[in-house]
């Protein structure tokens, strides 16, 4: 998919489609603040930051970086695309693959 689709902000229509693909996903914020986030919760502060260096590694690989709020046993990943200031497919495909790690 070529990087200009991806990175095109989304219609509320389209983020609404695309959220209800994708378990556990909510809106955060508003306006430029737009986001979609889950909470992931796990037994220990070993398996939490095991979970946020695999996000990071996602992060990584897509060029596409995720606000990360980490407690011992709780991360919360919060995705946005800040260059159109709202949410694109770029946020729902590093969605998708944070949700693989727990598959």
């Known amino acids: 998919m070529p990087l200009a689709h991806i990175h095109k902000a989304l219609t509320a229509t ?5 959220l209800a693909k994708i378990d556990g996903w909510r809106l955060s914020g508003d306006e430029a603040d737009l986001a979609i986030e889950k909470i992931f919760v796990f037994d220990d502060y070993y398996k939490t930051l095991a979970f946020v260096n695999a996000v990071a590694f996602i992060a990584h690989t897509s060029d596409h ?27 729902f495909d590093c969605a998708t693959r944070t949700d ?4």
């Open 65 to 91: 970086h995720p606000e990360l709020t980490v407690q011992a046993r709780q991360c919360v990943v919060r995705w946005q695309t800040h260059a159109v200031a709202g949410i694109s497919l770029a946020d």
């Open 100 to 103: 693989a790690l727990l598959a």
């Open 14 to 18: 389209q983020i609404i489609a695309n």
